[in-house]
């Protein structure tokens, strides 16, 4: 069953091997649907208790796992079929050449492919193989229009992120030291959290701390975010998405799984102290930098932060409603981000730039656009009736319920900046007056309805919670045996 | 009895001093040539202690280790390195933001805080105790040339050194990984850095240079 994740692969290779541009197209969206029908399988079965194993428990499918890789192949189809306009667009201002855009289908499948391997590995050498290789191959699309900027960010990027890492695979050795030193040694991690009430406390410690600093880098978790904001904002539009929406939630998920070890070996006061740091320092910085921001899609990639900052927020507090938000909130994150990178990659096709300054009043020239950018930009600031207004309300409940009145008062503190700041530059312009100069309204069907579907799922997961989600989420609590 | 003559001598200690030795090096050379051939060295090194390693503890999946750590960063990296070198066709020289001095003593300061900080409560594994401490220095000394130098590929070469370093630390705490592993975080650093030299030449196309100091205009 586990099999399935080779679908991108082999449609990357297939890519390779072809010399058109006009089939890729098609076969990445094909991979992609297959990708999220072969995920939407998986977490059918998980909803009913079963647990998929592959090559000898090295790949392990459980809730938990079955829950991300639902949200990775969900999101990477919307992402496929999105790209087919908006890169044809790119293509006809020439901002990308044919030969550069085949190569990015190529790498699109790849990047795919590396993201679906994170959530399957139950080894954590492989969980650490499969987030070094997403950051090779993303690192390739964010330069992929070989521009100045782009290149710089790529390389930023790349460097950043591989020294960070680094100390995640100094943190797996030591967990590997930790298992042999209590008798077998391992990097199972089934092994692992069976064995960790055994396991040397001060020993998992150190472990646990290399590793928030490696996948934490990775994760865009401040102060360790430097080079999100770059990469993010030069990225081509999907690839943003992508990086925004899954692959923070990818690396963050690494955590998690560490977590769950340290939680058994060292007690849970440990992780949360270090969870709740980062979580905090992730809100405020970027709370900040948000309301500087004149480039639309540098807004973003601050809010990206801010919201890994919320998750590992609430993820450290934990507890089963703490874990539920975190988890509820990976999946409302994964859904409005990238929506809101689609509007903007709308926006620029239309107004050849994402500067708050210079685009306004999208309403008069693209209301569809202009009405879904404004509710995305609602959502992301954690306003009713949008889906992420209802984890963080959860999160608020579980800080009141453990009466962390000081926690509570930063995050609602730092909520009002970013509210403040996502009203002040999208209310201009999707709302405002609209500018004087404005290109020919473009219109790409496929991805209209992407952005429809989307903009209606934001809205119904504000609304209720459907059941079949919520067992999902229960289970996948389960999974990481809180 | 070889074995008796290892531990006498403390072998292993003294593979770990001369990596650590030639980092120090590093932080001081003034040719990028140079800084290749020292982490070259640097990777035999490696590549012996693991050898030693495996002889000593009676571990013969360690030298397939010690053959993968040959073959990718003692052949095939610096290869592609150098041909990266010739490409870029770059000046010779380093140009480092300090002097080689200062550069020097920062690196010795660092060597002094790692063995005055570590404490050996937490690792008590016996002969390689001290290596783990060097990994440590070797690494941090990494990072300090990573920072301090205005040239591209000297980040790359900083790089490479830190994951020997990492290496090191790897295999004195636990002798190796599963091989399976250890085979995929090889393969992942070899593209890591075909990615890299990727980009440096990139970076000489749209930049006309390979300093770093032109890749400053994203900020805030």
């Known amino acids: 069953m586990l099999y399935g994740v080779?679908?991108?692969?082999?449609?990357?290779?297939?890519?390779?091997?072809?010399k058109r541009l006009k089939p890729a197209e098609y076969i990445t969206v094909l991979a992609a649907g297959a990708g999220a029908l072969w995920a939407g399988t998986i977490a059918f079965y998980a909803l009913y208790g079963y647990v998929f194993d592959g090559l000898g428990g090295l790949f392990r499918a459980d809730a938990l796992s079955a829950y991300i890789l639902l949200i990775i192949a969900g999101l990477s189809f919307a992402t496929a079929v999105y790209s087919v306009g908006y890169m044809r667009g790119e293509l006809s201002r020439l901002a990308i050449t044919e030969k550069a855009l085949k190569f990015y289908y190529v790498l699109f499948n790849l990047f795919v492919f590396t993201m679906m391997l994170i959530p399957i590995s139950n080894n954590l050498a492989f969980l650490w193989i499969a987030i070094e290789a997403t950051t090779l191959v993303s690192a390739l699309l964010v330069g992929i229009y070989k521009r100045q900027?782009?290149?710089?960010?790529?390389?930023?990027?790349?460097?950043?992120?591989?020294?960070?890492i680094t100390f995640a695979l100094l943190g797996t050795f030591v967990i590997y030291y930790a298992s042999a030193e209590a008798g077998t040694g391992t990097l199972d991690w089934t092994e692992l959290s069976r064995m960790a009430h055994g396991?040397?406390?001060?020993?998992?410690?150190?472990?646990?701390?290399?590793i928030i600093v490696g996948y934490g880098t990775k994760a865009g978790l401040a102060p360790v975010h430097n080079w999100l904001?770059?990469?993010?904002?030069?990225?081509?539009?999907?690839?943003s998405a992508l990086l925004s929406g899954i692959l923070l939630n990818c690396a963050f998920y690494g955590v998690m799984r560490f977590a769950a070890i340290a939680d058994k070996s060292c007690g849970h006061a440990f992780v949360q102290e270090i969870m709740v740091f980062f979580g905090l320092a992730s809100i405020i910085i970027p709370a900040i930098f948000i309301l500087i921001q004149s480039n639309a899609k540098r807004l973003l990639a601050y809010s990206s932060i801010e919201h890994m900052g919320i998750i590992a927020l609430a993820f450290g507090i934990g507890g089963v409603w703490g874990i539920y938000a975190a988890l509820l909130h990976i999946l409302n994150h994964a859904l409005g981000k990238p929506l809101m990178f689609f509007v903007m990659g709308r926006v620029h096709s239309q107004y050849h730039s994402v500067e708050?300054?210079?685009?306004?009043?999208?309403?008069?020239?693209?209301?569809?656009?202009?009405v879904i950018g404004f509710a995305g930009a609602m959502c992301l600031a954690g306003m009713p009736p949008f889906n992420i207004f209802l984890s963080e309300f959860l999160m608020i409940k579980t800080l009141a319920a453990g009466s962390y009145w000081g926690i509570m008062a930063t995050f609602l503190a730092a909520s009002g900046f970013v509210f403040y700041g996502f009203l002040k530059g999208f209310g201009g312009m999707f709302l405002g007056k609209p500018s004087l100069e404005h290109g020919e309204p473009v219109s790409f069907r496929a991805s209209d309805t992407v952005l429809v579907v989307m903009g209606m799922g934001i809205l119904l997961l504000g609304l209720s919670i459907p059941g079949p989600l919520n067992k999902l989420i229960n289970l996948s609590i389960g999974a990481l045996g809180v | 009895m070889a074995r008796n003559w290892l531990q006498a001598y403390s072998v292993l200690d003294f593979i770990a001093v001369g990596m650590l030795l030639s980092v120090i090096?590093?932080?001081?050379?003034?040719?990028?040539?140079?800084c290749v051939r020292t982490y070259v060295l640097n990777s035999w090194l490696l590549a012996a202690f693991v050898t030693v390693s495996a002889f000593y503890m009676g571990m013969p999946h360690l030298y397939i280790a010690a053959a993968l750590t040959v073959l990718s960063k003692c052949f095939l990296i610096p290869y592609f390195l150098r041909k990266v070198l010739r490409q870029l066709r770059v000046t010779h020289d380093v140009e480092p933001y300090i002097s080689a001095p200062l550069s020097l003593l920062a690196a010795f300061a660092l060597v002094v805080v790692v063995f005055s900080f570590v404490s050996q409560g937490v690792f008590v594994t016996g002969v390689t105790r001290n290596a783990l401490k060097i990994a440590i220095s070797i690494i941090l000394i990494s990072l300090f040339v990573m920072m301090t130098r205005k040239k591209a590929i000297t980040q790359v070469i900083g790089l490479l050194i830190m994951e020997n370093g990492l290496f090191l630390a790897g295999f004195s705490l636990t002798y190796g990984m599963p091989i399976i592993a250890e085979l995929g975080v090889v393969f992942d650093m070899l593209m890591g850095v075909?990615?890299?030299?990727?980009?440096?030449?990139?970076?000489?196309k749209a930049f006309v240079s390979v300093d770093l100091d032109k890749l400053t205009t994203l900020k805030g």
Not at chain 1, 356 to 363: I, K, P, Y
Not at chain 2, 25 to 34: D, F, M, N
Not at chain 2, 194 to 204: D, P, R, S, W
Request: positive net charge.
């Open chain 1, 6 to 18: 080779l679908i991108p692969l082999a449609a990357a290779l297939i890519l390779m091997a072809s």
């Open chain 1, 199 to 210: 396991l040397n406390p001060a020993t998992v410690r150190l472990a646990f701390i290399l």
């Open chain 1, 229 to 239: 904001p770059d990469a993010h904002s030069e990225a081509p539009t999907p690839v």
């Open chain 2, 25 to 34: 090096a590093v932080s001081s050379q003034k040719r990028l040539e140079s």
């Open chain 1, 149 to 164: 900027n782009s290149i710089e960010a790529a390389w930023k990027y790349i460097i950043l992120c591989t020294v960070g």
């Open chain 2, 194 to 204: 075909i990615i890299l030299g990727l980009f440096l030449t990139q970076i000489k």
């Open chain 1, 356 to 370: 708050m300054g210079e685009v306004r009043g999208v309403l008069g020239v693209n209301p569809l656009i202009a």
